[in-house]
């Protein structure tokens, strides 16, 4: 769910290739607009390996993107990108919490 949000949200940034702008500076806009796309794989990659964690971060990140894009005053429609890293971020806390790293015995 996760990666399918981070690929939606990626589509958005090729309305930079529109233009006549040279390639380096339509390359420089790309990279710009995926800045937050970046960031949040680096918070699933800690996600895999550390749930609670980088269930926090994902949920920090939902409510920094409510902020930042006024999502409760006037931009209902951006909760449809938010949503989507809030679930996942109670995801991961729920799964780290239930199924949290038990220790094995190897029995031989």
């Not at 949920?59 to 938010?82: E, K, M």
């Amino acid at each position: 769910m996760t990666i399918l949000s981070l690929l939606f949200m990626t589509m958005f940034s090729f309305d930079v290739f529109d233009g006549a702008e040279s390639f380096g500076m339509k390359m420089l806009g790309f990279v710009i607009h995926n800045i937050p796309v970046m960031i949040l794989m680096v918070i699933l990659i800690i996600s895999w390996k550390w749930e609670l964690a980088g269930g926090a971060l994902f949920i920090l990140a939902s409510i920094s993107g409510t902020y930042f894009y006024h999502s409760f005053s006037g931009n209902p429609a951006s909760l449809v990108v938010i949503a989507p890293f809030l679930l996942a971020g109670i995801l991961f806390i729920l799964h780290g919490v239930l199924y949290g790293k038990k220790s094995v015995k190897h029995t031989e």
